[in-house]
């Protein structure tokens, strides 16, 4: 194990392989000190958001940011929101015309190159994880998804190493959010919904039980979507988005 080094606020550790970087943070919270970062050249059980897989084949971005205490848990969904959206940032500086899809993805090209899950609890202290993975090179080669399926940086400009993009990406963050009762939107949101996947357009959010159509507006200051429905416009905190099929727009 590589000896961690100092990158402004944060002492990040390397790995070669783990489980999940999110898994590796949880199993040491009492240990790591606030404000650590676990980077790892692969993962073998990576985990996404509602349970599934992240593919984490060499060549990814895969980490996880511990926060102890976590910040106000309201902050958590516009946490993830800011990182979407430094990721987004990044993407765009080299042109590449990268967007926001609400709650938490960053989109290239109808391709979904990074994924953000945020975690937080309160045993055996407070503690927050925001585990980001970014397809650098290559992309995760088992995906059958029809709908956004994975791309990665390299089909779209030139992929940076990992460490250079934790950098950058660490920069950044600290930037925009150097303290964490703060509020994590506060500053970006006119940006953020000036780089949104699909604002202005009709889609479909699925919720667990049910799913509701309409046009995304944008979104608010707590980070919560907002839809133009047929019964007005409306907000949601919670969901999953699809394009409508054309045939029923
Ligand atoms: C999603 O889009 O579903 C979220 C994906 C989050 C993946 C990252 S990779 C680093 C960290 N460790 C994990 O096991 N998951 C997150």
Request: proline content about 6%; hydrophobic content about 40%.
């Amino acid at each position: 194990m590589a000896k961690p080094y100092r990158l402004n606020r944060w002492l990040i550790h390397t790995e070669d392989s783990v489980p999940s970087t999110q898994k590796w943070v949880r199993e040491r919270l009492t240990e790591l000190s606030d404000r650590t970062v676990v980077l790892a050249a692969a993962q073998t059980s990576g985990r996404g958001r509602s349970g599934k897989e992240w593919q984490s084949p060499p060549g990814g971005f895969y980490a996880s940011f511990l926060l102890k205490p976590s910040p106000p848990l309201v902050y958590a969904p516009c946490v993830s929101l800011l990182a979407a959206k430094i990721l987004t940032d990044l993407f765009r500086q080299q042109g590449i015309s990268a967007s926001v899809k609400w709650p938490n993805d960053v989109i290239v090209q109808e391709k979904k190159v990074a994924g953000i899950i945020a975690e937080a609890g309160s045993y055996p202290e407070s503690w927050f994880i925001l585990g980001i993975g970014v397809n650098l090179t290559g992309s995760p080669l088992i995906d059958e998804r029809k709908f956004l399926p994975a791309g990665s940086w390299e089909q779209f400009g030139p992929a940076p190493a990992a460490g250079k993009l934790l950098k950058k990406f660490v920069e950044e963050l600290d930037f925009s959010w150097s303290n964490r009762e703060d509020d994590p939107m506060e500053g970006i949101i006119s940006e953020l919904n000036s780089i949104l996947w699909r604002k202005g357009e009709q889609i479909t959010l699925s919720g667990v039980t049910d799913s509701f159509s309409g046009i995304i507006t944008g979104v608010e200051k707590d980070g919560s979507l907002l839809l133009l429905t047929d019964s007005g416009e409306r907000c949601f905190v919670s969901g999953e988005l699809q394009t409508v099929p054309e045939e029923r727009r």
